[in-house]
């Protein structure tokens, strides 16, 4: 199995909180247009297989499948749904090319949130079935008791999780896809309402539409399309315990078994010195703090104060969401981490704009599904 596998095309629509003028099919063939233009393909004739990130549940449309093709150009070609993160589904068209059985693929995932009315009730429905759906329990209220004892067992404070909130949608504002942006203080959050203690509403990403399409090619393929293929170095996934009374609430299990398979693969020793910037899930403030610490970048109990000292500002040593995150782009469901990849490619093409980091060769994205859920996927991607 070969690991020459890059990223050659990428498509994405801007990221808003409603967008009653199109359907996701519509989202979904903008995204896929402008990556096989930047691709330079034609996914009638040169795309082989093609693989969309949705859950039936979410879509309200049982076997989803039936309804990507037509969008995507993939009429009467392979397509298969992934009903995951998105970076599990690049996974999956990672592991079509370096096996051999095709050489360009498209993935696509996508978020159409404003359309689901009982988002939070589709969210519990992914609990246990027997000891934790009958509790009723919303997914904020299960990420609340979640953050108190990650700042209890880590020693973050609620002021290093507002720190992070206030980084990511500063960040925001100089991304111009982003639906959240805005130049808030940590106090303003600390200050927002809260949800679920120790969340606030500004602890929490909100939601928006959108679509990302992403296209993968064996090497030789790539080198033909492209000068500056973005190489996928390292790709790594893990679930933690389904159930709430079996998990680590402190620890996020999941991202430290994505990102020790992720570093294995990419030959990676200390991810702190070999990654120059990083994509991490931020669907509440804290998860960014302790994503941080499972993937390596810092040891236990540091996220915070690190988040506190500016490493992770966009000028800092580490840059984490330099596009805003979720918390300033838009909490996309499953898409999310599929945004993050395409950031990061954006920044090793030198094409991210306004918050273009300077000098960087490889970055790290990395996915979470959310509550209940303790799946994670991380990439490392290279120029």
Known sequence: MSNNVAIVGIGY?????????????????????????????????????????????????????????????????????????GIHGLATAYMQIASGIVDVVAVEAHSKASNVLTLPYVTAYAMDPVFNRPLGANPIFIAGMEMTRYLHRSGATREQCAQVVAKNKRNALYNPTAAYGAAIEPQDALDAEMVAYPLTQQDISPHADGAIVLVLAAAEVAQSLTEVPIWVQGIGWCNDSPTLETRGWARAIYAEGAGRMAYQMAGIRSPREEIDFAEIDDTYSYKELQHLEALGFCRW???????????????????????????????????????????????????????????????????????????????????
């Open 13 to 85: 629509t801007s990221f808003r909180p409603l967008t009653p003028e199109v359907s996701y099919k519509e989202l979904m063939y903008e995204a896929a247009v402008k990556a096989y233009r930047d691709a330079g393909l034609d996914p009638r004739r040169d795309v082989d297989s093609f693989v969309t990130v949705a859950e039936d549940f979410i879509e309200g449309t049982s076997i989803f499948d039936e309804y990507v093709p037509d969008q995507l150009g993939g009429l009467l070609k392979p397509n298969v749904t992934i009903p995951g993160e």
């Open 301 to 383: 109990g540091e996220a915070g104060l690190i988040t506190a000292e500016g490493v992770t500002d966009a000028s800092g040593d580490l840059p984490v969401n330099v596009s805003g995150g979720s918390l300033g782009v838009g909490h996309l469901l499953d898409a999310s981490g599929l945004r993050a990849v395409a950031e990061v490619a954006l920044q090793l093409r030198g094409e991210a704009g306004a918050r273009q980091l300077l000098d960087v060769e490889t970055g790290l994205a990395f996915g979470w599904r959310g509550v209940p859920s303790t799946s994670g996927a991380a990439v490392i991607l290279s120029n």
